[in-house]
């Protein structure tokens, strides 16, 4: 080996500036700061309660489509189970049957 590769493989690393470490702290003060904004109480009662309400009308609209495509089966089928059944219920005036 060469003189000049052994120079390159044992190069050591510079030593960190204050200034780097400095704006490392500022950095980390500055995440602290948006952590503690973004775990507020104010705001997380906010986004409870936008969620709750996402949720419910989420919650809603799936059933009501689910009910509705089960109302419009159920009474364009002539499936003889599915016609005892809402008799037995007493559902049969519900669906026309």
Same mark, same amino acid.
Do not use: C
């Given at each position: ?12 690393? +510079?030593? +960190? ?7 490392? +702290? ?21 986004r ?13 609209? *799936? ?9 419009? *089966?159920?009474?364009s ?10 008799t ?8 026309? +049957?």
């Open positions: 080996m060469s003189k000049e590769t052994t120079k390159k493989t044992t190069k050591k690393s +510079k030593p +960190k500036k204050a200034t780097d470490f400095g704006r490392l +702290k500022e950095s980390i003060d500055e995440l602290e700061e948006e952590i503690s904004k973004s775990n507020s109480l104010p705001k997380a009662l906010l409870g309660v936008f969620m709750g309400l996402g949720t419910t009308l989420g919650a809603t609209i *799936f059933f009501a489509v689910v009910v509705s495509l089960f109302s419009w *089966f159920v009474s089928t002539d499936i003889a189970w599915i016609n005892n059944l809402l037995t219920l007493g559902l049969n005036t519900l669906f026309n +049957k």
